[in-house]
Nanobody, 114 residues
Framework: QVQLVESGGGLVQPGGSLRLSCAAS????????MGWYRQAPGKQRELVAG???????NYADSVQGRFTISRGSAEDTVVLQMNSLKYEDTAVYYC????????WGQGTQVTVSS
């Protein structure tokens, strides 16, 4: 079983920054893809940013140039640095890891509000 623990959400003003971290543990099959989805109220869950199993990165068009995904200092961790946050970035952010099946974190709320 794989577990994901997220941290770093919160309330921030427009134009501000937040940093999300996700650590995976358990029986992880390699290689794997890992990253972040988000879901805003009344909307479908969407990919924000992620590493493919080959190590390349993908970003949603809406966050390109503002968000950066990177590997954490610990093994099997990823960090999402979110800059220039906008109202429309408000959502619950879910960490995922995909080996041969998808695993999800519990979600962390990001609220952008003045």
């Amino acid at each position: 079983q794989v577990q994901l623990v997220e941290s770093g959400g919160g309330l921030v003003q427009p134009g501000g920054s937040l940093r999300l971290s996700c650590a995976a543990s358990g029986s992880i099959t390699r290689p794997y893809a890992m990253g972040w989805y988000r879901q805003a109220p009344g909307k479908q869950r969407e990919l924000v940013a992620g590493f493919t199993s080959g190590g390349s990165t993908n970003y949603a068009d809406s966050v390109q140039g503002r968000f950066t995904i990177s590997r954490g200092s610990a093994e099997d961790t990823v960090v999402l640095q979110m800059n220039s946050l906008k109202y429309e970035d408000t959502a619950v952010y879910y960490c995922y890891i995909y080996e041969y099946k998808m695993h999800w974190g519990q979600g962390t709320q990001v609220t952008v509000s003045s």
